[in-house]
């Protein structure tokens, strides 16, 4: 008895210092409050404000959904609901508490400027967002019993957006997000799935071939779990593993996997953000705006991310919003720090690689000059110039056969009309003859 309660005994010693060992070299949550904002060197003067879109419904079922029908979703396909609209409203509400230094109460376009890709979900959310953000007061009440005001919410048509859409047509991107797929190094990852595919395949009546593939379906069952609809037997088996989560989150690095992807497909944001940062400090903003405010999509926030080499591979939850904040220090220095949140938490900066939570503007650009585009229509355009070597033989043969062909052609039909009047002239006509 007595050498089981010494053994009790070493045992709970033994557990103590533990703890207390841990307690003395780990880091406690407490020791990131240095890290909030309100720390961070210098006066805030400007911030960029990028999130993703509030709740939704499937924007496309797959053919075998049992839920493949308008009936489930009162809303229509890909619509924002109610409850995306109020994530959007506490959110807005939430900014105004961060940035009420920056923004007055009342709204003023010299102020802000809110940008929204051309889709239902994301010009509501928007809207909503601005709900909360600017609620009216005094003068701006123009009916008392509805507690909202209208504020602008700029767009651009989806196919002609290069900045935040990032939907305009450029083929360099569509060939060097081919060659990805192409490469050895996805064609592997493509194998490693191949029985998941296939099963995805066959029971959702779809076929999934690409990591897109599989997250647009694991979307879907994602928002059916979400409203408590019982998703089919078939499903029981992939849904919420590992391998089908992480198949389907590898969608959101794939599209900016490289840095020439991401240059061509997010460069045009980061280079608008940062222009817009310059101009900021140099005083040539116009109008000397404090909050520029985008609204977009999972994609979006991924992509962005990425780009800024501080993506941790998942799928970006709504609402989830990347603030870019600019900072004045006690020398007039520039300096930018971001968040971002995707939880109900108060966010901490992230690290920016080679530069801290607080890195100076230029040397922001300088560690990201990689996917800042000079001009991004030119580097969209795919000219011999810009092929490797062997694309660039391989399409000056293709041009040397087609001239060769073109010139058998004339040729022969060259010489079909000589024999054709050299033989009208050896023949006597009827009327010489008479």
Known sequence: MWNQLALILVLLICVLLLGIGNALHAKPYADTEVYRGETLPGDLKFVHVIFRHGDRTPVDPYPTDPYNDLKFWSTGWGQLTNKGKMQHYELGKWLRNRYGSLLSAKYTADEIYIQSTDVDRTLMSAQSNLAGLYKPKGADVWNPNIPWQPIPVHTAPENNDYI???????????????????????????????????????????????????????????????????????????????????????????????????????????????????????????????????????????????????????????????????????????????????????????????????????????????????DWHSECKRTTMMMTYEEANLSAATGILILIVACLLCASYGLMIYYRRRNYKLYTSYAQMA
């Open 164 to 374: 935040l859409a990032a939907k305009a047509s450029c083929p360099t991107y569509d060939y060097e997000m081919a060659a990805l797929e192409a490469s050895a190094e996805f064609q592997a990852l493509y194998s490693r799935f191949h029985d998941l595919f296939t099963y995805l395949s066959e029971n959702s009546g779809r076929q999934v071939k690409t990591f897109t593939d599989a997250s647009y379906l694991n979307n879907t069952l994602f928002i059916e779990s979400l409203n408590n609809l019982k998703l089919p037997v078939w499903t029981e088996k992939v849904y919420g593993s590992e391998e089908f989560t992480y198949a389907s989150n590898l969608a959101f690095a794939a599209m900016t996997y490289t840095r020439k992807l991401a240059r061509l497909k997010v460069g045009p944001l980061l280079k608008d953000i940062f222009d817009r940062f310059d101009h900021k400090v140099s005083g040539n903003l116009t109008p000397d705006r404090s909050a520029w405010i985008y609204s977009a999509h999972d994609t979006t926030i991924a992509n962005t991310l990425n780009a800024l080499k501080l993506f941790e591979l998942h799928s970006p939850p709504y609402a989830a919003c990347i603030m870019m904040e600019l900072r004045l220090d006690d020398n007039n220095t520039p300096l930018v720090s971001i968040f971002y949140k995707n939880t109900t938490a108060e966010p901490l900066p992230l690290v920016i690689p080679g530069c801290g939570v607080s890195c100076p503007l230029s040397k922001l650009r300088s560690l990201y000059q990689d996917v800042l585009p000079g």
